[in-house]
């Protein structure tokens, strides 16, 4: 079955940058979702198609891909970004939806 | 402004049928272009697709989970449906119902542009 990788967990200082991988085989073919899930909320789409962004969520979030890895980049980090952040592909060659593990990010 | 309400019972006994109803208001669930689907995540861990149908019964599962969901679309209601059968404690979790964006009407192809707020589910004798 197909897997996306995300690392557990990171970290980001106020005003920088956060970087967020995705990883999985085949990634490239395929478009790359990403969610911000809160505390306690549900999930909400924050980058689609690998690198569009919903209207409403702020520029500073944007998207990437290359090769097996898509990332989210989250620019000027505020600390109401703290939030699990989770990658979603469509798997054309098996029919099937999957989601990464997530990556908890936290703003020191 | 399209929305997502999911309903059910909290609790549900270990071996029994889990129920839950996704009614969608603001918008019609016969629109062409988009699925409804579901998604859970057990307490502290991660999302889990289970699966999504489209107004016609056109309908896809996980394939771990396969065997014991099914889903439905009532759209005289509005709403569509999820029953999980012979329940678990592995099956607790919240479970969330979601538009899923699947044709030329919409933007993020592939994605869940709009979610419920999502509503536990204990599985417990």
């Known amino acids: 079955s197909y897997v996306l990788t995300q690392p557990p967990s990171m970290s980001v200082a106020p005003g920088q940058t956060a970087r967020i991988i995705c990883g999985g085989n085949n990634i490239g073919r395929e478009s790359v979702h990403w969610y911000q899930q809160k505390p306690g909320q549900a999930p909400v789409l924050v980058v689609y198609?690998?690198?569009d962004r919903p209207s409403g969520i702020p520029e500073r979030f944007s998207g990437s891909k290359s090769g097996n890895t898509a990332t989210l980049t989250i620019s000027r980090v505020e600390a109401g970004d703290e939030a699990d952040y989770y990658c979603q592909v469509w798997d054309s060659s098996s029919d099937r939806g999957v989601f990464g593990g997530g990556t908890k990010l936290t703003v020191l | 402004q399209l929305q997502l309400q999911e309903s059910g019972p909290g609790l549900v006994k270990p071996s029994e049928t889990l129920s839950l109803t996704c009614s969608v208001s603001?918008?019609?669930?016969?629109?062409?272009?988009?699925?409804w689907g579901w998604i859970r995540q057990p307490p502290g861990k991660g999302l889990e697709w289970i699966g999504h149908?489209?107004?016609?019964?056109?309908?896809y599962y996980t394939p771990s989970l396969e065997s014991r969901v099914t889903l439905s679309v009532d759209t005289s209601k509005n709403q569509f449906s999820l029953r999980f059968s012979s329940v678990t404690a592995a099956d607790t979790a919240v479970y969330y119902c979601a538009r899923y964006c699947s044709g030329f009407e919409c933007k993020a192809i592939d994605a869940f542009d709009i979610w419920g707020q999502g509503t536990m589910v204990t599985v417990s004798s």
């Open positions: 603001g918008g019609s669930i016969s629109r062409t272009s988009y699925f």
């Open positions: 198609d690998d690198d």
């Open positions: 149908i489209y107004y016609t019964g056109t309908s």
